[in-house]
């Protein structure tokens, strides 16, 4: 009897990645010669290497599952993607049977590793160094917690779709334009995210589980040479444990957990990254963030966020559903 999962929603694909350590993906279509080709090989691995907890195996139809074959950016059948914690850590594209094989089995010895040990190795992160960047330490007996974030529930308003892809902003490597001036690295893809009619930015951040946050760093990496060059977040709202994104005159109306003000001086000169201190008592039991930017710095139309990385605590993984019940239940 197959091991692999076959994927049958977003939800579904969410409460996979929040349950299991590590999850390798076939995306994959009915038409496709080659996902024919490499399927019993990819079933042979599953077969093989899957454990209760630590490794799943999925696969997920690209015809039926479009949503999630977008959020992931998959254009060419098949692809593997791997995940981590809940974040994509490599991806193999095309019927390689040899760099597939050699892919998840890296990840089983990582694996095996941990249930030997009781420790993590680091892994590769999106920019291929090992672990994740970050532009200053954690704060004294906190860590860093992004790899908390639902991926598939984040919802954005008002952003450019010219820009990076949404998730970038919680990519565990390095702002691959930090060594490039702002500029996309040659080659490469922008990973960063823009606004699209003005500076305004709604960003509604979901958590696989719930976090007890202390602070916030935000990157943001001026294009002095760009024709118009977006600006850097000024004034943020932050609300806590809401069910949905807010609309922008909902935000303007209700109260906010924490306001915030970025001065320029806040602005590291080398990471080009903020550190934003949270009041610690007021973000005790967080299941999702809102992040309005409500202005930027600058005479510009648009604004810029390379990356965000969340600082604090983690609890216990929240049940899929059960957000909508924590911020109906809030109120204000």
């Not at 390798?24 to 080709?37: E, I, L, N, Q, S």
């Not at 850097?232 to 922008?248: A, C, D, I, K, M």
Request: hydrophobic content about 35%.
């Amino acid at each position: 009897m197959s091991k692999t999962v076959p994927i049958t929603s977003p939800h579904h694909f969410s409460q996979v990645l929040s349950s299991s350590r590590i999850v390798v993906t076939d995306f994959y279509a009915d038409w496709c010669g080659p996902c024919k080709a490499i399927a019993p090989v990819y079933e042979q691995l599953s077969a093989q290497l899957s454990r209760p907890s630590t490794i799943t195996f999925t696969k997920v139809d690209t015809d039926e599952q479009k949503e999630i074959t977008q959020t992931y950016g998959v254009s060419a059948m098949p692809t593997f993607v791997i995940f981590k914690q809940g974040r994509e850590i490599k991806r193999v594209k095309g019927a390689d049977p040899k760099a597939l094989d050699a892919a998840v089995k890296q990840l089983a010895q990582e694996a095996a590793k941990v249930g030997e040990d009781g420790e993590a190795s680091s892994s590769a992160g999106a920019g291929g160094a090992g672990g994740s960047w970050a532009a200053f330490p954690a704060p004294k007996g906190y860590s860093d917690v992004t790899d908390s974030i639902d991926l598939l529930g984040l919802d954005f308003l008002n952003l450019d779709s010219g820009a990076g892809d949404k998730r970038c902003l919680f990519d565990s490597g390095k702002p691959s334009s930090l060594d490039a001036k702002g500029k996309t690295a040659a080659g490469g893809k922008k990973d960063w995210i823009e606004s699209d009619t003005d500076e305004q930015l709604m960003l509604f951040i979901p958590m696989q589980s719930t976090l007890k946050l202390h602070s916030l760093h935000i990157t943001s990496i001026p294009s002095p040479d760009s024709e118009d060059p977006p600006m850097r977040p000024r004034t943020l709202h932050l609300f806590t444990n809401r069910s949905t994104v807010l609309g922008f005159d909902e935000a303007d109306d209700m109260p906010v957990t924490q306001k915030v003000e970025i001065q320029e001086g806040d602005w590291d000169a080398k990471t080009q990254t903020a550190k934003v201190e949270l009041r610690f008592v007021k973000f005790q039991n967080i299941s999702s963030l809102v992040l309005f930017v409500a202005d930027a710095d600058g005479e510009g139309e648009k604004t810029r966020i390379d990356r965000i990385r969340l600082f604090g605590e983690t609890g216990e993984k929240r049940k899929m559903g059960a957000l909508e019940k924590i911020g109906d239940e809030q109120g204000e």
